[in-house]
């Protein structure tokens, strides 16, 4: 089982940016899948983007061409570079360790999760 652990979430004003990582340790990192997560107030749990071992990636219509995934296999760390947000990103962000297959990503290990407030 992979053990994360996520850091970088805070408060900004919109059209902002903030950096997420999201550090791995425990079994092999290189091998999974990564995604990130976010869940609002009275939402559910959505997946915002994600990227496979070979790093291919994909996101959620809400954040394309803002929010950009991506992995340091030698560092065991997976990023999440989030710009021009917006107060509909206020969220709890969560880093995740699964795999992908067949052309969806299925959810493994999660992280503790990071809070990130985005004001008017």
């Known amino acids: 089982q992979v053990q994360l652990v996520e850091s970088g979430g805070g408060l900004v004003q919109a059209g902002g940016s903030l950096r997420l990582s999201c550090a791995a340790s425990g079994s092999i990192f290189s091998g999974n899948a990564m995604g990130w997560f976010r869940q609002a107030p009275g939402k559910q749990r959505e997946l915002v983007a994600h990227?496979?071992?070979?790093?291919?990636?994909n996101y959620a219509d809400s954040v394309k061409g803002r929010f950009t995934i991506s992995r340091d296999n030698a560092k065991n760390t997976v990023y999440l570079q989030m710009n021009s947000l917006k107060p509909e990103d206020t969220a709890v962000y969560y880093c995740?360790?699964?795999?992908?297959?067949?052309?969806?990503?299925?959810?493994?290990?999660w992280g503790q999760g990071t809070q990130v407030t985005v004001s008017s």
């Open positions: 990227i496979t071992s070979p790093g291919s990636t």
């Open positions: 995740n360790a699964g795999t992908y297959a067949r052309g969806l990503y299925y959810s493994g290990s």
